[in-house]
């Protein structure tokens, strides 16, 4: 089932083409990785399947129901997740319980299941010592693995990630692409994910888009190169 | 001094006032409207102002004013999303030299109201301005019960409460209304010039001393009520506007905290390197 279908995307910044002939499907199950080089509008084309942005040409459909026939749910990692509202006052665990509203839980009480829940989503990411603790007294790290840490606790049917693994280590990068495909194959996730861990990340993707620049444009414009499958014959964590 | 009906009408909006201002406060501070509540009540005097000269009831022309400039606001914040104090600085202009033009068309007789709106006048606080803040401030407590949750979601980033399914630009008119609303039933009691503060300051100290949402919230209020009660009972002493002696209470409130603070923070410093040592 499509979850999302991006058709000939085209989008361009006042006039000036940033993207051309983008088009690629994301499926229930499918883990999908997304690369290209610093500037490759990787981000811009995450915010017009989102619909915060809305393309010059082309269409993007983001399916409204999961696999399941029920209300398809969305979890977000914004990049740059380290510079988020680090004011704001919240614990960690205040934070991580709202990845929970989105199943729900916007009018309700949140019951033992949506804790224990939360309790995993912590604990998977190392962070449940310190769920209470100020949002703003933690480390750029930290902050990263709450919001990973978030999007688990809300449970998502697709998962669009911002490049999510900035300031991890190799071991915790390990485990969260392990944990990302269990949701993928296991239990029939979306997810699309960009990142510069290309190399790492093969071995766990099913399919490959990158972006490259197009050579015959006098913009600094980019299109898919292809959508592949990754090739997985060499593990880079070891 | 409680026996004057004047004196137990002002210590009833008090109270009002200081359980709805940390609510609407911190929604302001967190999504970095803190000035949006100073243009607002320059905006509403403009609505004073039209109000004594077409003869009507100012207000009620102010609430309508208010409301109008409150959902210009959102589209201008929108249209200048990096920068979007622009629209804060454009409306606050526009809404004090409107004042200003619609009080010289009206030459005469005004002066002593519009006073009244700047400086605020506790004293003549009266029964139905009562009813009003207890019907304004039972709507926003209501209001923050209901929309909590979204209302965090929406403050902690626009993006994430948009791909949540949050109806955002909606939500974010209506919180500016609704602020809009408070501030003109606010404005005559407290004065156009300072309302913001008596908003704005209850939530920025709470903001310091607790570390979670609900508590910024609770210990707003409690000095909110500490702040407005104190500040009421000096302004009936020594003969000062009650607005800015509530204002200075909360200025002193907010230096002695940061400094208590700050000598805490260091104690703990200075015992954590004994410690290692």
Redesign the interface.
């Given at each position: 089932m499509h979850y999302i279908k991006v058709n000939n995307l085209a989008f361009h910044y006042e006039n000036e083409p940033v993207l051309e002939n983008i088009s690629f499907e994301v499926n229930s199950g499918d883990f999908v990785m997304l690369t290209g080089e610093n500037g490759a509008a990787k981000t811009t084309l995450l915010r017009n399947i989102l619909g915060l942005l809305k393309p010059t040409k082309g269409s993007v459909t983001l399916s409204s129901k999961n696999r399941w026939g029920e209300k398809l749910v969305v979890g977000y990692v914004p990049q740059q997740v380290a510079s988020f509202n680090a004011g704001f006052p919240s614990t960690v665990l205040e934070l991580v319980q709202s990845g929970r509203y989105q199943r729900g839980k916007w009018f309700k009480k949140l019951d033992k299941e949506d804790k224990e829940h939360v309790r995993r989503s912590l604990e998977s990411v190392g962070m449940w010592d310190m769920r209470h603790k100020k949002i703003g007294e933690l480390s750029g790290g930290q902050k990263q693995r709450i919001s990973i840490a978030r999007v688990f606790a809300t449970d998502p049917d697709l998962f669009v990630l911002d490049e999510p693994t900035t300031g991890m280590d190799v071991h915790s990068r390990e485990e969260f692409y392990k944990l990302l495909k269990h949701n993928s194959q296991d239990h029939g996730k979306g997810i699309l994910m960009v990142t510069h861990d290309h190399e790492e990340l093969r071995h766990y993707s099913d399919k490959h888009i990158e972006l490259v620049r197009k050579e015959d444009s006098p913009w600094r414009c980019f299109s898919m190169d292809s959508c592949k499958e990754p090739s997985k014959h060499q593990s880079s964590f070891h | 001094m409680f026996f004057y009906g004047f004196m137990q009408r002002a210590f009833q909006a008090s109270v009002l006032i200081s359980l709805m201002a940390p609510m609407l406060g911190?929604f302001l501070i967190?999504r970095r409207q803190s000035l949006m509540a100073d243009t607002l009540s320059h905006v509403s005097l403009a609505g004073v102002a039209l109000g004594l000269l077409i003869g009507v009831d100012p207000t009620w022309t102010n609430i309508l004013v208010v409301i109008l400039i409150a959902i210009l606001l959102e589209y201008l914040r929108m249209m200048y999303r990096t920068y979007s104090e622009i629209s804060i600085a454009i409306l606050m202009s526009a809404g004090m030299a409107l004042a200003l033009v619609l009080m010289g068309l009206n030459q005469g007789g005004v002066t002593l109201s519009i006073n009244q709106f700047l400086f605020g006048s506790i004293v003549t606080i009266s029964e139905q301005q009562i009813w009003m803040l207890l019907a304004l401030t039972s709507i926003i407590a209501l209001l923050y019960l209901?929309f909590r949750?979204?209302m965090?979601?929406l403050?902690?980033?626009e993006?994430?409460a948009?791909?949540?399914?949050l109806p955002i630009k909606t939500m974010s008119i209506l919180f500016n209304v609704l602020t809009g609303v408070t501030i003109a039933v606010i404005m005559p009691i407290v004065g156009a010039l300072l309302v913001s503060a008596i908003l704005i300051l209850p939530a920025a100290i709470s903001?310091r001393l607790?570390?979670?949402?609900n508590?910024?919230i609770l210990i707003g209020i409690f000095i909110a009520l500490t702040g407005m009660i104190t500040g009421l009972v000096a302004s009936y002493e020594y003969g000062t506007p009650p607005g800015a002696s509530i204002t200075l209470i909360f200025i002193v409130i907010f230096g002695v905290t940061a400094f208590v603070k700050k000598m805490v923070q260091q104690i703990k410093q200075g015992r954590l390197f004994n410690k290692k040592n």
């Open positions: - | 911190l967190l209901i949750k979204p965090y979601i403050t902690f980033d993006e994430t948009f791909t949540a399914g903001m607790s570390k979670s949402f508590g910024v």
